[in-house]
C-alpha cells in the first residue's frame, strides 16, 4: 500500500498568516493527490483534486502543487474559518490511503 | 440537491455482523464510483472500500478483506458495505462518499459525503 506523510501534524498559525503544508507519498503517484478539510464535528470537504485543481466553491485562496511523490497546500491568507484539519488522499492505486492529518490551530 | 444519507450504524458485539446502507439522491448513481471512508474516534480518515460504476470492481483495504463487502444497487440508488466479523478496531463513523474516480484520468476526488453512521462494536 501507499504511505502518506503529512507535514506538520499540527500548526498553530494566525488570521492573515500564509500556511503551507506538505505531503509525501511512498512512491510517485504522479498527479493523483486530493486534499480534504474537516472541520471538528463534521464532514470532510473536498478543496483540491488531482493535485492543483480547485474544487467548485472552494475559495482560491486554497491552492495545491505538486507531483511525483511531495504535494503541498498552501492557505494564502488564513481566515477564521480555516481552522480545521486537513487530509492528503491518493487515488493512484487502491486503497486510497489518507495522510495522518494535519492540525490547523488558533495561535 | 445532490445528498448521501448512511444508515444502518449500531453497537455490536465482538464477532457480529452489520449491514449499513448509503442513499443516494439528486443524481444518478450509476454514473460514478462510490466510497466507504471511516473515522475512529478521536483518529484521522482512513479508506476503507470502493466499488466500480457497474458494482464488477471492488478493492478494499487490507484491514477489512474477507470481512467486509462493498455492494451497490443502481436502480435502487444505494450503497451497501456488510460487516461481518466485527472488532473492536472497527468502531468509528462511517461515510459514504461520492468517488470522482475516472480510470485512466486523474478524477477529481470524493465530492459529495453523507454525514456517517456510528458502529461501536463492544461487549
Known amino acids: 500500500d501507499i504511505q502518506m506523510t503529512q507535514s506538520p501534524s499540527s500548526l498553530s498559525a494566525s488570521a492573515g498568516d500564509r500556511v503551507i503544508i506538505t505531503c509525501r507519498a511512498s512512491?510517485?503517484?504522479?498527479?493523483?493527490l486530493n486534499w480534504y478539510q474537516q472541520k471538528a464535528g463534521k464532514t470532510p470537504k473536498l478543496l483540491i483534486y488531482?493535485?492543483?485543481s480547485l474544487h467548485s466553491g472552494v475559495p482560491s485562496r486554497f491552492s495545491g502543487s505538486g507531483s511525483g511523490t511531495d504535494f503541498t497546500l498552501t492557505i494564502s491568507s488564513l481566515q477564521p474559518e480555516d481552522f480545521a484539519t486537513y487530509y492528503c488522499q491518493q487515488s493512484y492505486t487502491a486503497p486510497h490511503t489518507f495522510g495522518q492529518g494535519t492540525k490547523l490551530e488558533i495561535k | 440537491e445532490v445528498q448521501l444519507e448512511e444508515s444502518g450504524g449500531d453497537l455490536v458485539q465482538p464477532g457480529g455482523s452489520l449491514r449499513l446502507s448509503c442513499a443516494a439522491s439528486?443524481?444518478?448513481?450509476?454514473?460514478?464510483?462510490m466510497t466507504w471512508v471511516r473515522q475512529a474516534p478521536g483518529k484521522g480518515l482512513e479508506w476503507v472500500a470502493n466499488i466500480k460504476l457497474d458494482g464488477s470492481e471492488e478493492f478494499y483495504v487490507d484491514s477489512v478483506k474477507g470481512r467486509f463487502t462493498i455492494s451497490r444497487d443502481n436502480a435502487q440508488n444505494s450503497l451497501y458495505l456488510q460487516m461481518n466479523s466485527l472488532r473492536a478496531e472497527d468502531t468509528a463513523v462511517y461515510y459514504c462518499?461520492?468517488?470522482?474516480?475516472?480510470?485512466?484520468?486523474?478524477?477529481?476526488?470524493?465530492?459529495?459525503w453523507g454525514q456517517g453512521t456510528t458502529v461501536t462494536v463492544s461487549s
Open positions: 512512491q510517485s503517484i504522479s498527479s493523483h
Open positions: 488531482a493535485a492543483t
Open positions: 439528486g443524481f444518478t448513481l450509476s454514473n460514478f464510483w
Open positions: 462518499a461520492r468517488d470522482g474516480v475516472v480510470p485512466t484520468t486523474l478524477g477529481y476526488g470524493m465530492d459529495v
